[in-house]
């Protein structure tokens, strides 16, 4: 007889092992719980909403609107997200506790679809792009006419980003008291621009609320224009306010992460940091040279009655080369030409 049959269920001296068979073995337990994991998730179809005001390391501040009114959650991104970015202007879907009291926390389980995007690089020539703000309708483009000196290649970047995410640009000239805009604004005069100038002591209000009521507005701007200045004017905030340095003329970073403020009137205001320089590599070369053509003023319709703003690229290369939208014509044709070639693509004007 086999050490292992053991005839009478017991053990022996001869068979010390007989009385366990394939039953005694020990299983132990999920070590993370008893109950087996699925690939099941939950759909959140009835998870309450809220709109991303703000975000701080990893932490997000949701604006949620419920029958007691109005309230701030904080949140963070679910793991079922993946590395799906969360941004300021999101529309978001949460669970776990959306009260909003001192020490809770909510997740983010599912972002919307966004109807807009802002996004910048690294550089020209990086593809790699940082999401900025969401759902945004406008762009307040912010730029000094004196300290520092304004920087019309910038503002050229700042506008192809705007069209190619749908924004509708709005330039604003601050610190007029210093110098005069008017050679400045020289450089866009072909193109269908709202434009408002502001002094240090003298901040428009009547004709900033009319643009920016009832719309969601990213500002965008050089450290030290006075950006932060202009949007604690118009939502009664306290954003810290930088100075420019005598020495370099370059303004100093005083916000380091996207913020959304209720503007005093109505509509909201999204507040960026400060750059000094704004990558076009995410933005199709293609689109850099339409974003000219289809912003640019109709000073003289062809003579087959297309206007010019629906013209195809050569068209407004020729009409710029015959003088048809003046000396700023050719400056902002060879301004986007330059961006063109900073991105390494080939000039549509020139095929």
């Not at 109807?115 to 900025?132: G, K, M, N, P």
């Not at 940091?273 to 590599?281: E, I």
């Amino acid at each position: 007889m086999s050490w292992w049959d053991d005839t009478d269920g017991g053990a022996d001296e001869d068979e010390p092992y007989g009385q366990y068979d394939e039953s005694s073995v020990r299983v132990r337990p999920n070590p993370k719980g008893n109950r087996p994991r699925t690939k099941t998730r939950p759909s959140y179809d009835d998870a309450p909403t809220g709109w991303v005001t703000n975000v701080d390391r990893g932490r997000f501040g949701v604006l949620v609107t419920d029958e007691d009114g109005e309230h701030v959650v904080t949140a963070t991104k679910a793991r079922e997200l993946g590395r799906k970015s969360v941004v300021t202007g999101d529309h978001v879907s949460l669970a776990g506790d959306v009260s909003g009291d001192e020490g809770s926390l909510a997740r983010i389980v599912r972002v919307a679809e966004r109807t807009s995007l802002l996004r910048r690089s690294a550089d020209d020539s990086d593809e790699v792009e940082r999401v900025i703000v969401a759902n945004a309708d406008q762009m307040l483009i912010v730029v000094a006419a004196a300290d520092p000196e304004p920087r019309t290649r910038l503002i050229d970047r700042y506008l192809v980003a705007a069209f190619d995410a749908g924004l509708d640009p709005i330039l604003c000239i601050t610190k007029t008291d210093l110098a005069d805009p008017a050679a400045f604004l020289a450089h866009f005069a072909c193109l269908d621009l709202r434009i408002v100038t502001s002094r240090a002591d003298d901040v428009p209000f009547a004709a900033l609320h009319e643009l920016l009521d009832d719309k969601v507005t990213v500002t965008v701007g050089h450290s030290g224009v006075g950006k932060s200045t202009l949007v604690n004017a118009l939502t009664g905030s306290t954003r810290a306010i930088g100075v420019v340095n005598s020495v370099t003329g370059r303004g100093r970073h005083t916000s380091s992460s996207s913020i959304a403020l209720r503007v005093r009137d109505g509509g909201w205001i999204i507040d960026t940091p400060g750059v000094r320089s704004f990558g076009l590599g995410h933005v199709q070369p293609e689109n850099v040279f339409r974003a000219f053509a289809s912003h640019a003023v109709t000073v003289q319709d062809s003579p087959d009655g297309i206007p010019l703003d629906q013209a195809h690229d050569w068209e407004i290369v020729d009409r710029v080369q015959n003088g048809e939208l003046g000396a700023t014509g050719v400056e902002r044709l060879d301004s986007f030409r330059a961006l063109l070639t900073g991105m390494g693509a080939e000039d549509p004007g020139t095929a």
